[in-house]
């Protein structure tokens, strides 16, 4: 089993900077990918942003240009740099995590981010 915790959401004003954090814990042989969706309210959930074990990463088009994703792999953790925010990035935060020869996915709890006009 892996866990997955996330930190960092809150309230922002438009234009400002938020850092999503997210530690995985547990039975972690390999990790395939890690990342960030997102789902607003009346929204379905959407990706944010993937890293995966090679370094390479994909961004939403939305967020292409203000958002980073990046990680740690020495302690499981892969982080969310988002600037610029905008009303329309609000939303909860889920972390996303694929480990493991067979591919396993686990979410994190998710964690608000609301970015006020």
């Known amino acids: 089993q892996v866990q997955l915790a996330e930190s960092g959401g809150g309230l922002v004003q438009a234009g400002g900077s938020l850092r999503l954090s997210c530690a995985a814990s547990?039975?972690?042989?390999?990790?395939?990918?890690m990342g960030w969706y997102r789902q607003a309210p009346g929204k379905q959930r959407e990706l944010v942003a993937i890293i995966f074990s090679s370094g390479s990463t994909t961004y939403a088009d939305s967020v292409k240009g203000r958002f980073t994703i990046s990680r740690d792999s020495a302690k499981n953790t892969v982080y969310l740099q988002m600037n610029s925010l905008n009303p329309e990035d609000t939303a909860v935060y889920y972390c996303?995590?694929?480990?493991?020869?067979?591919?396993?996915?686990?979410w994190g709890q998710g964690t608000q981010v609301t970015v006020s006009s």
């Open positions: 547990g039975s972690i042989f390999r990790v395939n990918r």
């Open positions: 996303n995590g694929v480990f493991g020869t067979f591919s396993r996915d686990y």
